[in-house]
């Protein structure tokens, strides 16, 4: 079962780097004052050093020993920039505007993932999803294989008999409307995602009709996207269209659908739409009582994650290690 012992045991083997773009926000602060205190992963603050220090000292924290980067002051400026033209040069960008653009820390922290002098990025504190995405799709790209960048969450709860129920939802924060075999894509990187947190995948495809209990665009799209998962990924698995409560109860399972094994014993679970996955995902930690870790993006060439405006520190140090763990 997932435990964070188990990622951190990972980066002991191995340690890594992880680039912060919101070097000067206390939270972020925090959780690397937290990281500087281990031995695993070492963190890069990107921010003009005094006034991080400055913060720092406000908030009571100890980043003594950080790597702190300034992008006005970056000795291989020059370097990121050829480098940034090149990446862009089919949209024709000028060095004068790479520099503009390097400028900004998500770009920069971006390109210190890129140049490989930090194994992953962690941003979003202070600005959108898309702001953390947009530098990671021009610059990472995604990976060999993908065709999308998407997102799942972790929701981590104790369980009753002892251990924890750990269950993976995806896409929850990126994609407004898949395709279905954007769906195939997306089930299959979720899939992969949840068995780095100790899950054994049984993948659904949630709708609001089990086997065609229902009509609609809506379910045929689900229906098609498990019927070619199955074929795409014939050792894992899956199933659907299926309901929710079909997916995740045996009983239920019995009613509706009684000659289906997957069925009632789902934990990685596909959502139609963006709607559906948020709503979802933030039930199960609100009402649930879960833990949820994300968004954690998939599809990417390096680890690149995103925190919630509404993030804590805490959330900040747990994000940090999945997102390293990942590398």
Known sequence: MFGFGQLISVLKKNPKKIVFTEGQDPRILEAASRLLASTFLSPILVGNPEEIALVAEDSGFNIRGAEI???AEFDRMDEMVDLFCELRKSKGVTPEEAKKTLSQANYFGTMLV???????????ATYSTADTVRPALQLIKTKPGST???SCFILVRPSATGGNTVLAMGDCAINIKPTEDELVEIAAETAECAKIFGIEPAVG????????SGKGEDVDRM?????????????LPITGEIQFDAAVSPRVARTKC???DVAGHINTFIFPDI?????????AQRLGNFEAYGPILLGLNAPINDLSRGCNAAEVYSMAIITAALA
């Open 258 to 260: 009684p000659d289906n």
């Open 69 to 71: 980067i300034n992008p």
């Open 223 to 235: 229906r098609n996207a498990a019927a070619k998962a199955k074929v795409k990924y014939p050792s």
């Open 205 to 212: 495809f949630l709708s609001y009709s089990t086997f065609g």
């Open 114 to 124: 890129k140049m490989g002098i930090a194994d992953s990025l962690l941003g979003g």
């Open 275 to 283: 709607s559906s996955g948020n709503i979802g995902y933030k039930i």
């Open 148 to 150: 999308l960048v998407s």
